[in-house]
């Protein structure tokens, strides 16, 4: 099946299982996309734009995360 284009706010891509892959989500500051990982330990990979500018976040293992991202006061870097 081809699509030429979807029109929509929140879009969610998921395999033949039913799990979720990505997400798509549009808002009044530009959007996010979300890569979820596969299998038991989950995690994902984040982008997202705001008033600022954003943010790319992933998430994995153990809940371990790397963000990088624009706030009001400039730049951030977490690690954890």
Same mark, same amino acid.
């Given at each position: 099946m081809t699509f030429g284009?979807?029109?929509?706010?929140?879009l969610t891509v998921v395999d033949d299982e039913g799990k979720r892959g990505v997400l798509l989500i549009t808002d009044?500051?530009? +959007?996010?996309?979300?890569a979820y990982r596969k299998g038991e330990d989950g %995690?994902?990979?984040?982008?997202?734009?705001?008033?600022h500018g954003g943010y790319v976040q992933?998430?994995?293992? +153990?809940n371990g995360y790397a963000h990088l991202g624009n706030d009001k006061y %400039?730049?951030?870097?977490q690690l954890s």
């Open positions: 284009e979807i029109t929509c706010r929140k009044e500051n530009g +959007g996010v996309v979300i %995690g994902y990979a984040q982008l997202y734009s705001d008033e992933a998430r994995g293992k +153990g %400039g730049t951030q870097t």
